[in-house]
């Protein structure tokens, strides 16, 4: 790993903020290795087949053998006293970003401990540091990369010192932090300049749905049995002879469902559902920026959409699996989870045909704003809307102003 200068300045504050420091021992496990006790059973059998007939040799095998254990074991005794922080220069950074981190050991004994090795495990991975002999009050730094190459949640620590024989027959480990997860985000575009395409429906905004009770005029009509007389019109009822009441347009609060295939089948590959997640993390963050209602699944599960930061870490845990025998059609669980949402983006990958995905939006409500995003690396950005129905291809999250800004002229 490399070991660049430690940050400095503002991402030392951050450090400070994301540091897991523990002074205390978390756990202790010591003992002989799968080797140690090879080496002792064999060591057990020569000393008792060589006594047994006589063999002087196999007898100064097994004892050589049982020395060669003890003294492995006696190197691994004995208390080690550190102090280890764990730093990372941010707990979030998006693919292909560095991400660093420092690890600080310091001796709070009173005595010289001897030369150990420090590991850190990261991910599935791991990473091994030589830790020198201390004296007394002595400290020691190490910085590390995290490589960052894919999303995913990585989960670093916890830092263990070890202590082991130079045949590894013996290892004593000692666990000093609690893990801290690192948040590998997705890349995502910027839709500043596009939000009348992403939603019709803005906040306050009418719509084209009348009602007879609302906050937006629209027209007169002859009043009919039943009709509220609230809403009559008497200055026009009077000079017509005729009751008129009033009719107004629906107005209705932005609420924007946005859900992301989480089945395998909908997806030639692993591009696609990278392809998938960047843009599902590029609409929802514009939508939570932008502090409009929002709902956002990936799959069954609901994100967290109170603040930017937190849908990001969300979506870096997003992992496709297969379908369910019980598998209900994600757009059934955005009309349960979300009736109320006045718009509703579905992102998934090339698999799903056109005329699946028209079915699937039969278990909508009627007349939602619905529009399906089909994610395929290095396709053209294609649009096709009927009705209230979009289907749209995406190539590529650059490309997804483009294919806003077309929802909008189409």
Request: proline share 5%; with cysteine; net charge positive.
């Amino acid at each position: 790993m490399s070991t660049p200068a430690a940050p400095s300045g503002r991402r030392a504050t951050t450090q400070r903020l994301a540091r897991s420091a523990v002074r205390g021992v978390r756990a202790r496990s010591a003992g002989l290795t799968a080797l140690g006790w090879g080496m002792l059973v064999a060591s057990v059998v020569t000393l008792v087949v060589g006594r047994r007939y006589g063999w002087a040799e196999l007898v100064v095998a097994g004892c050589v053998l049982g020395v060669a254990v003890l003294v492995s074991a006696a190197m691994t005794v004995g208390r080690s006293h550190y102090a280890v922080d764990v730093d990372l220069a941010d707990q979030s950074v998006t693919v292909g970003e560095r991400a660093m981190g420092r690890i600080g050991v310091r001796n709070v004994g009173r005595r010289r401990l001897l030369p150990a090795r420090i590991e850190l495990p990261v991910g599935i991975g791991s990473a091994s540091f030589a830790l020198p002999s201390m004296a007394a009050g002595a400290e020691h730094e190490e910085v590390y990369a995290i490589p960052t190459t894919r999303r995913a949640v990585v989960v670093v620590g916890p830092v263990r010192s070890v202590r082991a024989d130079p045949l590894g027959m013996a290892r004593r480990e000692v666990l000093w932090t609690d893990p801290v997860e690192l948040y590998v985000h997705p890349v995502t575009v910027s839709l500043d300049g596009t939000r009348a395409g992403l939603l019709r429906d803005l906040e306050g905004q009418s719509t084209r749905t009348i009602s007879d009770d609302d906050m937006s005029f629209h027209a007169l009509r002859e009043y009919i049995p039943g009709d509220d007389r609230r809403s009559i019109h008497w200055r026009t009822s009077a000079r017509t002879g005729t009751l008129m009441v009033r009719q107004f347009e629906d107005t209705r609060r932005t609420h924007t469902a946005l859900a992301v295939s989480a089945d395998t089948e909908d997806y030639r590959d692993e591009e696609e559902l990278e392809l998938a997640v960047s843009t599902f993390a590029s609409l929802g963050t514009h939508v939570v920026r932008d502090g409009l209602e929002i709902t956002a699944l990936a799959g069954t599960a609901r994100l967290r959409t109170q603040t930017p930061r937190r849908l990001l870490d969300d979506c870096a845990g997003i992992a496709a699996a297969p379908r369910a025998d019980d598998a209900v059609d994600l757009t059934r669980t955005v009309a349960r989870v979300a009736p109320t949402a006045s718009m509703a983006v579905v992102v998934t990958g090339s698999v799903p045909s056109r005329a699946q995905l028209r079915s699937s939006s039969a278990h909508l409500p009627a007349g939602l704003r619905t529009v399906f995003v089909q994610c395929e690396p290095g396709a053209e950005v294609s649009l096709r809307t009927q009705g209230p129905l979009s289907v749209s291809t995406l190539g590529a999250v650059e490309d997804l102003p483009r294919l806003l800004r077309q929802l909008v002229t189409g």
